[in-house]
């Protein structure tokens, strides 16, 4: 039943694809974050829905050719050369064939990534975008948190299967970067049962966070409670909501999430083989790209590959697993110059979101733009946190905040520019009028 649903809604609203390109987007982002074909066990459960949204995207904008604005953007620049990167790091890879499997995946989603702006390109396509993404991931944290609470937060909160987020530890860090979109459509939704219905969410996402028992999530909610009180326009309501519910959520949770939990700060002799495993991960990660500058391409934290570039590494139990880091995934697989772009894509970001914030801080018809760049730079420091402790480096939604910034920076830009325009034709109309009146008096 789930699977004919499915298949209903994407190919009903397919051919609507080519009149609006968006909806494209937004089949595209539904597919990927929520992957509702996932969801049933029958003929859709591995149907190309993805690559048949792509396809409508791209022919939609061959399509619609004329009527698109183009515009450019230094993240753009940086988008490109990461993706450069990419496949010259592929392209010498030490295990072609499983690296080239991994860039195609990677590839479609940064190629969608760098078509988006030429399709959401308002305020409304990007609100309903922004619903669709929180939406979408933002359902694994409402049946999440009911699953935590059913259960005492006894057993593991996953996500969708056969995605980027299925495990435990990915799923939780994209709780974390999504919260914050919840935040900003609390603020710029009207309608009373909405926000209801989104307070409702912002209950339960938490608590989907905690039961998904990873401490990389753990670290990444407490730092973007902190940013999120101090960027949001509404300081009051977040911090009694903070400081009602976390000790109740903390002593909740069960003894063996406690136990978990506080290898955090354990010694190094106290850490279970889950940390330990990261650790040689890492080490294992920065002798590869010592040795190869390139790095060893994608998916190359294989046992051969330990054994050959890391010999003196034993991981515990015969364990050589992935580093469980964006930081130390990109050194592995890219090395130190992946890394950097990387980490430039990041500051960019930040600037970028900095940059709107400065500008549609004091505009009233802005300030859905103000609040929008706010969460994104809270959602930038729940990912750099948590993503120190997960490895999620591909993971579509980091990108989709990039150009999404881009765009919103073109639109307060161009709305700078119009109140500037009008503000002085409106001052050369008065003094034409002045004037007049002044030779009007002179002839009498």
């Not at 860090?173 to 009373?192: D, E, G, H, K, R």
């Not at 969460?375 to 946190?385: F, K, P, R, T």
Request: aromatic residues 14%.
């Amino acid at each position: 039943m789930r699977d004919i649903l499915v298949t209903i809604i994407f190919f009903g609203a397919l051919p609507l694809v080519f009149k609006k390109p968006q909806i494209g987007v937004y089949l595209w982002a539904w597919i990927g974050y929520m992957n509702p074909h996932r969801l049933g066990w029958g003929f859709a459960y591995n149907f190309p829905f993805g690559v048949i949204a792509a396809a409508a995207i791209i022919l939609s904008l061959v399509i619609a050719r004329k009527n698109i604005t183009y515009f450019w953007s230094p993240i753009f620049s940086l988008l490109i050369i990461l993706n450069i990167w990419f496949l010259i790091t592929t392209f010498f890879s030490i295990q072609p064939d499983i690296s080239w499997a991994q860039w195609e995946k990677v590839i479609k989603i940064q190629l969608i990534a760098l078509m988006i702006p030429w399709i959401i390109n308002d305020k409304e396509k990007i609100h309903n975008f922004i619903w669709v993404i929180a939406l979408s991931i933002g359902y694994y944290g409402i049946k999440g948190g009911v699953f935590t609470l059913t259960t005492g937060g006894s057993q593991h909160v996953l996500g969708p299967a056969g995605s980027f987020i299925s495990g435990n530890t990915e799923i939780g860090l994209a709780l974390v970067s999504v919260f914050p979109l919840f935040w900003y459509l609390y603020l710029n939704t009207i309608q009373p049962w909405l926000r209801s219905g989104l307070v409702f969410a912002m209950i339960l996402i938490p608590v989907a966070i905690l039961g998904t028992q990873s401490r990389g999530a753990l670290l990444a909610i407490v730092a973007i409670g902190f940013f999120l009180w101090l960027k949001s326009r509404k300081k009051l309501a977040p911090f009694i909501v903070i400081i009602l519910f976390a000790p109740l959520l903390y002593n909740f949770m069960p003894d063996s999430w406690h136990q978990r939990m506080g290898t955090i700060s354990s010694t190094e002799e106290e850490r279970d083989s889950s940390a330990k495993g990261r650790l040689l991960a890492w080490e294992f990660a920065t002798k590869l790209a010592l040795a190869r500058p390139l790095g060893g391409g994608f998916d190359c934290f294989t046992k051969e590959n330990y054994l050959t570039y890391a010999p003196d590494i034993v991981a515990e139990g015969g364990r050589y697993q992935d580093a469980h880091s964006i930081y130390f995934e990109l050194i592995g697989e890219h090395g130190f110059i992946g890394l950097i772009i990387y980490l430039s894509l990041l500051v960019m970001g930040w600037k970028t979101a900095s940059t709107i914030i400065k500008i549609s801080k004091t505009s009233l018809s802005n300030k859905w733009a103000y609040d929008l760049a706010s969460m994104i730079q809270v959602s930038i420091v729940g990912y750099a946190v948590g993503g120190a402790f997960l490895g999620l480096s591909y993971f579509d939604l980091l990108y989709h905040y990039f150009v999404i910034l881009a765009v919103l920076l073109k639109i307060v830009q161009q709305s700078v520019t119009e109140n500037s325009q009008l503000s002085t034709t409106s001052d050369h109309e008065h003094l034409i009028l002045k004037n007049a009146k002044i030779t009007s008096k002179a002839s009498i």
